[in-house]
Protein backbone atom coordinates (compact mmCIF):
# COMPACT_ATOMS: atom_id res chain seq x y z
CA UNK A 1 0.00 0.00 0.00
CA UNK A 2 3.27 2.04 0.91
CA UNK A 3 4.23 1.92 -2.46
CA UNK A 4 0.80 2.27 -3.93
CA UNK A 5 0.82 6.02 -2.57
CA UNK A 6 4.52 6.80 -2.96
CA UNK A 7 3.93 6.07 -7.10
CA UNK A 8 1.05 7.55 -7.29
CA UNK A 9 2.31 10.78 -5.25
CA UNK A 10 5.58 10.87 -7.52
CA UNK A 11 3.61 10.83 -10.60
CA UNK A 12 1.30 13.64 -9.61
CA UNK A 13 4.09 15.57 -7.76
CA UNK A 14 6.07 15.63 -11.69
CA UNK A 15 2.84 16.42 -13.15
CA UNK A 16 2.23 19.12 -11.24
CA UNK A 17 5.96 20.65 -10.77
CA UNK A 18 7.18 19.75 -14.46
CA UNK A 19 4.14 19.51 -16.46
CA UNK A 20 4.35 16.37 -17.81
CA UNK A 21 1.78 14.01 -17.75
CA UNK A 22 1.41 10.98 -15.83
CA UNK A 23 0.63 8.72 -18.67
CA UNK A 24 3.79 10.09 -20.36
CA UNK A 25 6.11 8.86 -17.57
CA UNK A 26 4.24 5.34 -17.36
CA UNK A 27 5.25 5.02 -21.21
CA UNK A 28 8.90 5.79 -20.86
CA UNK A 29 9.01 2.95 -18.05
CA UNK A 30 7.39 1.10 -19.97
CA UNK A 31 10.02 1.30 -22.88
CA UNK A 32 12.71 1.38 -20.53
CA UNK A 33 11.78 -2.17 -19.15
CA UNK A 34 11.64 -2.82 -23.11
CA UNK A 35 15.05 -1.70 -24.23
CA UNK A 36 16.77 -3.11 -20.94
CA UNK A 37 15.68 -6.81 -21.80
CA UNK A 38 16.39 -6.41 -25.70
CA UNK A 39 19.77 -5.06 -24.02
CA UNK A 40 20.03 -8.41 -21.79
CA UNK A 41 19.00 -10.80 -24.15
CA UNK A 42 19.35 -9.07 -27.89
CA UNK A 43 17.67 -6.91 -29.99
CA UNK A 44 15.81 -9.38 -32.53
CA UNK A 45 12.91 -10.37 -29.54
CA UNK A 46 9.27 -9.21 -29.12
CA UNK A 47 8.39 -7.54 -25.44
CA UNK A 48 5.53 -5.63 -24.05
CA UNK A 49 5.50 -4.15 -20.59
CA UNK A 50 3.32 -2.57 -18.58
CA UNK A 51 3.35 -0.36 -15.21
CA UNK A 52 0.73 -0.33 -12.64
CA UNK A 53 0.55 3.71 -12.09
CA UNK A 54 -1.62 2.80 -8.36
CA UNK A 55 1.27 -0.18 -7.50
CA UNK A 56 4.10 0.24 -9.16
CA UNK A 57 4.02 -3.57 -10.15
CA UNK A 58 6.28 -3.96 -13.66
CA UNK A 59 4.93 -6.73 -16.05
CA UNK A 60 7.01 -7.63 -18.91
CA UNK A 61 6.24 -10.47 -21.59
CA UNK A 62 8.10 -11.72 -24.84
CA UNK A 63 5.76 -12.46 -27.31
CA UNK A 64 5.97 -15.43 -29.34
CA UNK A 65 4.32 -16.84 -32.58
CA UNK A 66 3.12 -20.52 -32.69
CA UNK A 67 4.80 -22.25 -35.30
CA UNK A 68 4.99 -26.61 -36.25
CA UNK A 69 9.13 -26.30 -36.28
CA UNK A 70 10.82 -23.84 -34.58
CA UNK A 71 13.49 -22.00 -36.64
CA UNK A 72 13.76 -18.75 -34.08
CA UNK A 73 13.57 -19.78 -30.76
CA UNK A 74 13.51 -15.65 -29.54
CA UNK A 75 10.45 -14.92 -31.96
CA UNK A 76 8.80 -18.76 -32.34
CA UNK A 77 7.42 -21.14 -30.09
CA UNK A 78 6.15 -24.65 -30.45
CA UNK A 79 2.90 -26.20 -30.12
CA UNK A 80 3.77 -28.21 -27.32
CA UNK A 81 5.48 -25.75 -25.26
CA UNK A 82 2.14 -23.22 -26.02
CA UNK A 83 0.09 -25.93 -25.05
CA UNK A 84 1.87 -25.87 -21.48
CA UNK A 85 1.73 -22.32 -21.09
CA UNK A 86 -1.82 -22.78 -20.98
CA UNK A 87 -2.10 -20.58 -24.32
CA UNK A 88 -3.59 -20.96 -27.49
CA UNK A 89 -1.56 -23.49 -29.33
CA UNK A 90 -2.93 -22.66 -32.82
CA UNK A 91 -0.79 -22.14 -35.66
CA UNK A 92 0.20 -18.58 -35.86
CA UNK A 93 -1.51 -17.15 -33.12
CA UNK A 94 0.66 -14.96 -30.65
CA UNK A 95 1.29 -16.39 -27.15
CA UNK A 96 2.48 -13.88 -24.34
CA UNK A 97 5.60 -15.45 -21.70
CA UNK A 98 5.50 -13.64 -18.43
CA UNK A 99 9.00 -12.49 -17.87
CA UNK A 100 10.59 -12.13 -14.38
CA UNK A 101 11.30 -8.43 -14.51
CA UNK A 102 14.03 -8.37 -11.69
CA UNK A 103 16.97 -9.92 -13.94
CA UNK A 104 16.82 -6.49 -15.82
CA UNK A 105 15.11 -3.76 -13.77
CA UNK A 106 18.18 -2.56 -13.02
CA UNK A 107 19.07 -1.37 -16.23
CA UNK A 108 15.37 -0.63 -16.94
CA UNK A 109 15.70 1.94 -13.67
CA UNK A 110 18.58 3.50 -15.53
CA UNK A 111 17.07 4.18 -18.25
CA UNK A 112 14.16 5.19 -17.55
CA UNK A 113 15.65 7.90 -14.58
CA UNK A 114 17.94 9.34 -18.17
CA UNK A 115 14.75 9.76 -20.39
CA UNK A 116 12.55 11.36 -17.69
CA UNK A 117 15.43 13.49 -16.45
CA UNK A 118 15.84 14.90 -20.31
CA UNK A 119 12.35 15.36 -20.73
CA UNK A 120 11.77 17.08 -17.43
CA UNK A 121 14.59 19.21 -18.90
CA UNK A 122 12.64 19.44 -22.20
CA UNK A 123 9.68 20.36 -19.93
CA UNK A 124 10.99 22.95 -18.11
CA UNK A 125 12.82 24.54 -21.14
CA UNK A 126 9.67 25.26 -22.62
CA UNK A 127 7.50 26.17 -19.70
CA UNK A 128 10.50 29.02 -19.49
CA UNK A 129 10.09 30.02 -23.25
CA UNK A 130 6.08 29.75 -22.43
CA UNK A 131 6.48 31.79 -19.24
CA UNK A 132 8.89 34.29 -20.62
CA UNK A 133 6.82 34.69 -24.39
CA UNK A 134 3.77 35.40 -22.43
CA UNK A 135 6.19 38.21 -20.80
CA UNK A 136 7.29 40.45 -23.62
CA UNK A 137 6.77 43.97 -23.33
CA UNK A 138 7.17 43.85 -19.38
CA UNK A 139 9.39 45.26 -17.49
CA UNK A 140 11.63 42.66 -15.22
CA UNK A 141 14.40 43.22 -13.11
CA UNK A 142 18.34 41.58 -12.95
CA UNK A 143 21.52 41.36 -11.58
CA UNK A 144 24.47 41.99 -14.35
CA UNK A 145 26.95 39.06 -13.84
CA UNK A 146 29.04 39.30 -16.71
CA UNK A 147 29.43 41.97 -19.46
CA UNK A 148 30.74 40.81 -23.42
CA UNK A 149 31.47 42.81 -26.18
CA UNK A 150 29.02 46.18 -24.45
CA UNK A 151 26.32 43.00 -24.02
CA UNK A 152 25.12 42.62 -20.45
CA UNK A 153 24.37 39.28 -19.40
CA UNK A 154 21.73 39.57 -16.73
CA UNK A 155 20.87 36.97 -14.18
CA UNK A 156 16.84 37.40 -13.77
CA UNK A 157 16.56 34.57 -11.32
CA UNK A 158 14.91 31.35 -13.42
CA UNK A 159 16.96 32.65 -16.46
CA UNK A 160 19.64 34.91 -17.90
CA UNK A 161 18.38 37.67 -20.71
CA UNK A 162 20.23 39.81 -22.95
CA UNK A 163 21.15 43.60 -22.70
CA UNK A 164 22.43 44.35 -26.55
CA UNK A 165 24.80 47.54 -26.93
CA UNK A 166 21.84 48.92 -29.52
CA UNK A 167 19.57 48.24 -26.65
CA UNK A 168 21.34 50.45 -24.17
CA UNK A 169 20.99 54.31 -23.43
CA UNK A 170 24.30 55.50 -24.28
CA UNK A 171 25.30 57.90 -21.57
CA UNK A 172 24.01 55.28 -19.02
CA UNK A 173 26.97 53.25 -17.53
CA UNK A 174 27.17 49.56 -15.88
CA UNK A 175 29.06 47.50 -13.74
CA UNK A 176 28.74 43.69 -12.51
CA UNK A 177 26.63 43.33 -9.70
CA UNK A 178 24.95 46.42 -10.63
CA UNK A 179 20.68 45.80 -10.75
CA UNK A 180 19.10 47.01 -13.79
CA UNK A 181 15.13 47.04 -14.96
CA UNK A 182 14.94 46.82 -18.41
CA UNK A 183 11.37 45.71 -21.22
CA UNK A 184 11.37 42.54 -22.48
CA UNK A 185 11.48 43.39 -26.34
CA UNK A 186 12.26 39.65 -27.87
CA UNK A 187 12.05 36.10 -26.85
CA UNK A 188 13.29 33.20 -28.94
CA UNK A 189 13.51 29.24 -27.80
CA UNK A 190 16.98 28.10 -27.33
CA UNK A 191 18.97 25.28 -26.21
CA UNK A 192 18.40 27.02 -22.48
CA UNK A 193 14.71 27.76 -23.01
CA UNK A 194 14.83 30.94 -24.03
CA UNK A 195 16.82 33.53 -25.55
CA UNK A 196 15.88 37.23 -23.98
CA UNK A 197 16.73 39.99 -25.44
CA UNK A 198 16.48 43.33 -23.21
CA UNK A 199 15.98 46.98 -23.48
CA UNK A 200 16.60 50.10 -21.72
CA UNK A 201 16.15 52.63 -25.43
CA UNK A 202 12.55 51.15 -26.19
CA UNK A 203 9.53 53.37 -25.82
CA UNK A 204 8.14 50.94 -24.51
CA UNK A 205 10.03 50.64 -21.47
CA UNK A 206 8.81 54.31 -20.58
CA UNK A 207 4.90 53.36 -20.94
CA UNK A 208 5.64 50.21 -18.55
CA UNK A 209 7.10 53.00 -15.72
CA UNK A 210 3.96 55.27 -16.02
CA UNK A 211 1.27 52.22 -16.18
CA UNK A 212 3.28 51.13 -12.58
CA UNK A 213 3.68 54.39 -11.07
CA UNK A 214 0.27 56.03 -12.71
CA UNK A 215 -3.15 54.06 -10.93
CA UNK A 216 -5.55 55.79 -13.13
CA UNK A 217 -3.52 54.31 -15.88
CA UNK A 218 -3.40 51.18 -15.06
CA UNK A 219 -7.21 51.49 -14.04
CA UNK A 220 -7.17 52.54 -17.69
CA UNK A 221 -8.82 56.14 -17.14
CA UNK A 222 -6.22 57.69 -18.63
CA UNK A 223 -5.11 56.15 -21.50
CA UNK A 224 -1.37 56.49 -23.53
CA UNK A 225 -2.16 57.59 -26.97
CA UNK A 226 1.10 57.44 -28.23
CA UNK A 227 4.93 57.38 -27.26
CA UNK A 228 7.89 58.50 -28.97
CA UNK A 229 11.80 58.64 -27.41
CA UNK A 230 15.51 59.93 -28.30
CA UNK A 231 16.88 57.51 -25.87
CA UNK A 232 18.76 59.44 -22.74
CA UNK A 233 17.54 63.06 -24.52
CA UNK A 234 13.47 63.25 -24.48
CA UNK A 235 10.17 61.30 -24.42
CA UNK A 236 7.00 62.25 -25.42
CA UNK A 237 3.67 61.11 -24.33
CA UNK A 238 0.79 61.52 -25.45
CA UNK A 239 -2.40 61.44 -22.84
CA UNK A 240 -6.03 61.38 -22.74
CA UNK A 241 -8.77 60.78 -20.04
CA UNK A 242 -11.98 58.99 -20.42
CA UNK A 243 -13.17 60.83 -17.59
CA UNK A 244 -13.63 64.20 -17.40
CA UNK A 245 -13.13 65.34 -14.45
CA UNK A 246 -9.51 63.71 -14.86
CA UNK A 247 -6.84 65.69 -16.17
CA UNK A 248 -5.05 63.36 -17.80
CA UNK A 249 -1.19 65.48 -17.89
CA UNK A 250 -1.78 66.23 -14.10
CA UNK A 251 -2.49 62.54 -13.18
CA UNK A 252 0.46 61.68 -14.96
CA UNK A 253 2.81 63.94 -12.73
CA UNK A 254 1.46 63.73 -9.28
CA UNK A 255 1.32 65.98 -6.80
CA UNK A 256 4.75 67.76 -6.85
CA UNK A 257 5.97 66.04 -9.39
CA UNK A 258 5.47 63.05 -7.13
CA UNK A 259 4.62 60.26 -10.09
CA UNK A 260 6.62 61.24 -12.98
CA UNK A 261 9.90 62.24 -10.58
CA UNK A 262 10.78 58.33 -10.19
CA UNK A 263 10.66 57.54 -13.58
CA UNK A 264 12.93 60.33 -14.43
CA UNK A 265 15.24 59.54 -11.97
CA UNK A 266 14.89 55.75 -13.60
CA UNK A 267 15.72 56.76 -16.70
CA UNK A 268 18.55 59.32 -15.27
CA UNK A 269 17.27 62.74 -16.17
CA UNK A 270 16.04 61.85 -19.37
CA UNK A 271 13.45 65.04 -20.17
CA UNK A 272 9.46 64.19 -20.57
CA UNK A 273 6.87 65.78 -22.61
CA UNK A 274 3.23 65.13 -21.81
CA UNK A 275 0.54 65.87 -23.89
CA UNK A 276 -2.93 66.03 -24.67
CA UNK A 277 -4.20 64.00 -27.06
CA UNK A 278 -6.73 66.09 -28.81
CA UNK A 279 -8.18 65.51 -32.25
CA UNK A 280 -8.10 69.00 -32.79
CA UNK A 281 -4.52 69.26 -34.96
CA UNK A 282 -3.85 71.94 -34.58
CA UNK A 283 -4.34 72.13 -30.41
CA UNK A 284 -2.42 68.50 -30.46
CA UNK A 285 0.67 70.46 -32.38
CA UNK A 286 1.40 73.27 -30.62
CA UNK A 287 1.39 70.57 -27.48
CA UNK A 288 3.69 68.44 -29.02
CA UNK A 289 6.19 71.29 -29.51
CA UNK A 290 6.45 71.70 -25.71
CA UNK A 291 8.31 72.89 -23.82
CA UNK A 292 7.81 75.44 -26.70
CA UNK A 293 5.18 78.15 -26.71
CA UNK A 294 3.47 78.13 -29.65
CA UNK A 295 1.61 81.38 -31.55
CA UNK A 296 0.07 79.67 -34.39
CA UNK A 297 -0.58 76.83 -36.17
CA UNK A 298 -1.52 76.93 -39.93
CA UNK A 299 -2.79 73.72 -41.39
CA UNK A 300 -1.48 73.02 -44.54
CA UNK A 301 -3.10 70.21 -45.49
CA UNK A 302 -5.12 67.90 -43.79
CA UNK A 303 -5.19 65.42 -46.60
CA UNK A 304 -1.14 65.28 -46.47
CA UNK A 305 -0.91 66.01 -43.21
CA UNK A 306 1.60 69.44 -43.22
CA UNK A 307 1.41 71.98 -40.54
CA UNK A 308 3.22 75.33 -40.36
CA UNK A 309 3.96 76.60 -36.89
CA UNK A 310 4.64 80.07 -35.87
CA UNK A 311 6.95 80.91 -32.63
CA UNK A 312 8.76 83.86 -31.47
CA UNK A 313 12.19 84.09 -32.46
CA UNK A 314 13.80 83.16 -29.40
CA UNK A 315 11.27 80.27 -29.11
CA UNK A 316 12.59 78.64 -32.26
CA UNK A 317 15.80 76.89 -30.98
CA UNK A 318 13.54 75.50 -27.99
CA UNK A 319 10.54 74.63 -30.82
CA UNK A 320 13.20 72.80 -33.13
CA UNK A 321 15.77 71.45 -30.54
CA UNK A 322 19.25 69.90 -30.43
CA UNK A 323 20.15 68.31 -33.97
CA UNK A 324 16.05 68.81 -34.30
CA UNK A 325 15.32 66.12 -31.83
CA UNK A 326 12.32 68.55 -30.09
CA UNK A 327 10.66 68.92 -33.66
CA UNK A 328 11.28 65.21 -34.84
CA UNK A 329 9.66 63.98 -31.65
CA UNK A 330 6.78 66.31 -31.83
CA UNK A 331 6.19 65.21 -35.73
CA UNK A 332 6.37 61.23 -35.03
CA UNK A 333 3.91 61.63 -31.95
CA UNK A 334 1.10 63.54 -34.08
CA UNK A 335 2.51 62.30 -37.45
CA UNK A 336 2.16 65.09 -39.10
CA UNK A 337 4.75 66.83 -40.91
CA UNK A 338 5.82 70.14 -39.15
CA UNK A 339 7.91 73.31 -40.39
CA UNK A 340 8.42 75.33 -37.40
CA UNK A 341 9.13 78.56 -38.02
CA UNK A 342 9.78 82.38 -35.95
CA UNK A 343 7.89 85.65 -36.22
CA UNK A 344 11.35 86.66 -37.98
CA UNK A 345 11.35 84.35 -41.07
CA UNK A 346 7.71 84.82 -41.60
CA UNK A 347 8.15 88.26 -41.23
CA UNK A 348 11.55 87.87 -44.38
CA UNK A 349 9.28 85.53 -46.19
CA UNK A 350 6.42 88.19 -46.60
CA UNK A 351 8.59 90.84 -47.31
CA UNK A 352 10.44 88.53 -50.30
CA UNK A 353 7.12 88.09 -51.65
CA UNK A 354 5.94 91.58 -51.45
CA UNK A 355 8.90 92.27 -53.04
CA UNK A 356 8.05 89.56 -56.08
CA UNK A 357 4.94 90.66 -56.47
CA UNK A 358 6.12 94.21 -56.96
CA UNK A 359 8.58 93.26 -59.49
CA UNK A 360 5.58 91.00 -61.24
CA UNK A 361 4.40 94.81 -61.25
CA UNK A 362 6.60 96.92 -62.37
CA UNK A 363 5.66 95.29 -66.49
CA UNK A 364 2.82 98.10 -66.53
CA UNK A 365 3.68 101.13 -68.57
CA UNK A 366 3.98 104.79 -66.92
CA UNK A 367 3.31 104.03 -63.62
CA UNK A 368 5.32 104.53 -60.61
CA UNK A 369 6.93 102.99 -58.40
CA UNK A 370 4.72 104.81 -55.66
CA UNK A 371 1.10 103.33 -57.05
CA UNK A 372 2.67 99.89 -57.40
CA UNK A 373 3.70 99.90 -53.45
CA UNK A 374 0.06 101.15 -53.22
CA UNK A 375 -1.63 98.11 -55.26
CA UNK A 376 0.73 95.62 -54.04
CA UNK A 377 -0.46 96.78 -49.99
CA UNK A 378 -4.27 96.33 -51.19
CA UNK A 379 -3.23 92.97 -52.45
CA UNK A 380 -3.23 93.67 -56.24
CA UNK A 381 -0.05 91.54 -57.31
CA UNK A 382 -1.65 89.87 -60.20
CA UNK A 383 -1.46 91.18 -63.52
CA UNK A 384 -4.66 89.46 -64.62
CA UNK A 385 -6.63 90.60 -61.32
CA UNK A 386 -5.85 94.39 -62.00
CA UNK A 387 -7.47 93.45 -65.97
CA UNK A 388 -10.71 92.42 -64.35
CA UNK A 389 -10.82 95.00 -61.85
CA UNK A 390 -13.10 98.33 -62.43
CA UNK A 391 -12.61 102.16 -61.75
CA UNK A 392 -14.44 102.04 -58.70
CA UNK A 393 -12.46 99.11 -57.68
CA UNK A 394 -9.19 100.98 -57.74
CA UNK A 395 -10.50 104.53 -56.78
CA UNK A 396 -11.45 103.09 -53.57
CA UNK A 397 -7.64 102.97 -52.84
CA UNK A 398 -5.89 106.04 -51.27
CA UNK A 399 -3.57 108.07 -53.77
CA UNK A 400 -5.44 106.33 -57.09
CA UNK A 401 -7.84 108.49 -59.18
CA UNK A 402 -10.51 107.86 -61.94
CA UNK A 403 -7.13 108.96 -64.40
CA UNK A 404 -4.41 106.95 -62.61
CA UNK A 405 -6.97 103.75 -62.44
CA UNK A 406 -8.06 103.99 -65.63
CA UNK A 407 -4.41 104.37 -66.66
CA UNK A 408 -3.68 101.00 -64.71
CA UNK A 409 -6.86 99.00 -66.46
CA UNK A 410 -5.09 99.67 -69.89
CA UNK A 411 -1.62 99.14 -68.97
CA UNK A 412 -2.69 95.93 -67.08
CA UNK A 413 -4.74 94.56 -70.62
CA UNK A 414 -1.52 95.56 -72.62
CA UNK A 415 0.97 93.39 -70.39
Not at 126 to 147: A, N, W
Not at 232 to 248: C, E, F, Q, W
Request: proline letters at 3%; hydrophobic letters at 40%.
Amino acid sequence: MAEKVELSRALEQIEKDKKIKKEDILAVIENALVSAYKKHVGKNVNVEARVDSETGEMVASAIKVVVQEVANPLLEICVQDAKKLGQSSEIGAEVKIPLDTKVFSRIAAQIAKQVIAQRIRISERDSLFEEMKEKVGQIVGGVIYRIANKNLVVDLGKTEAILPGSEQVSKEKFSIGQHIRAVIIKVERNARGAGIVLSRASAELVRRLFEQEVPEIYEKVVEIVNVVRDPGMRTKIAVLSHNPKVDPVGACVGVKGARIKPIIYELEGERIDLVSYSLDYAKYIAGALSPAKVISVAIISEEKKKAEVLVSDDMLSLAIGRNGHNVRLAAKLVGWHIDVKSEGQKKHESDEKVEKEAEALEKLEDISAKIIGILVKAGYTNIEKLTMSTIDDLTALPGIGPKTAEKIIRSAKKV
